[in-house]
T-cell receptor
């Protein structure tokens, strides 16, 4: 079993739709949860960062963490064609400081149709 | 915010030659940088952790003699692919974490280097 599981998609939605992206994980030590967006042939860029459980909102994006279920989600409201990209979840435990490794999901390819 | 600059963005080289990729943290010091490899439509695979002033830590299955990592300063790490072969063609990405106060936890990634070995 992989430490982090993510539905690879592809996911195709019409413009304006609400998008839900999800990851599950198995390591209960994970405390830091991130969502990255990666456009084709570019490096990932950080979208959202959450510590422990709870919700975090930033504009059209909402990240949720449910540690009891080992489940994290990213919601995109009013999706735009410019949101078309691969979305990667990533997580880490709190040990090791700056040398901590990120564990990535496989990424979900999202296409928002105009 | 934190910026990581990676060069070159793409490179084509002949089989048997070596290629160097640079990763620089522009506005922060990074004692640790990470090097990843990504195949088409796949996630990032961590190759090694680069430590300033000491040897890199390689992940299992990564050939340390083939992928030479040097972290000579707090703002620069380099990855050299030695004696490159077509199977080394891939997208290589570096990242670093700025651990300054109040900056959150996110790691910043470079823009990646697409290596094609012919």
């Amino acid at each position: 079993q992989k430490e982090v599981e993510q539905d690879p998609g592809p996911l195709s939605v019409p413009e304006g739709a609400i998008v839900s992206l999800n990851c599950t994980y198995s390591n209960s030590a994970f405390q830091y949860f991130m969502w990255y967006r990666q456009y084709s042939r570019k490096g990932p860029e950080l979208l959202m960062y959450t510590y422990s459980s709870g919700n975090k909102e930033d504009g059209r994006f909402t990240a949720q963490v449910d540690k009891s279920s080992k489940y994290i989600s990213l919601f995109i409201r009013d999706s735009q064609p410019s949101d078309s990209a691969t979305y990667l979840c990533a997580m880490s435990d709190p040990y090791g400081g700056a040398t901590n490794k990120l564990i990535f999901g496989t990424g979900t390819l999202l296409a928002v149709q105009p | 915010g934190a910026v990581v600059s990676q060069h070159p963005s793409w490179v084509i080289c002949k089989s048997g030659t070596s290629v160097k990729i640079e990763c620089r943290s522009l506005d922060f010091q990074a004692t640790t940088m990470f090097w990843y490899r990504q195949f088409p439509k796949q996630s990032l695979m961590l190759m090694a952790t680069s430590n300033e002033g000491s040897k890199a830590t390689y992940e299992q299955g990564v050939e340390k003699d083939k992928f030479l990592i040097n972290h000579a300063s707090l703002t620069l790490s380099t990855l050299t692919v030695t004696s490159a072969h077509p199977e080394d063609s891939s997208f290589y990405i570096c990242s670093a974490r700025d651990i300054g106060p109040g900056l959150g936890y996110g790691y910043t990634f470079g823009s990646g280097t697409r290596l094609t070995v012919v």
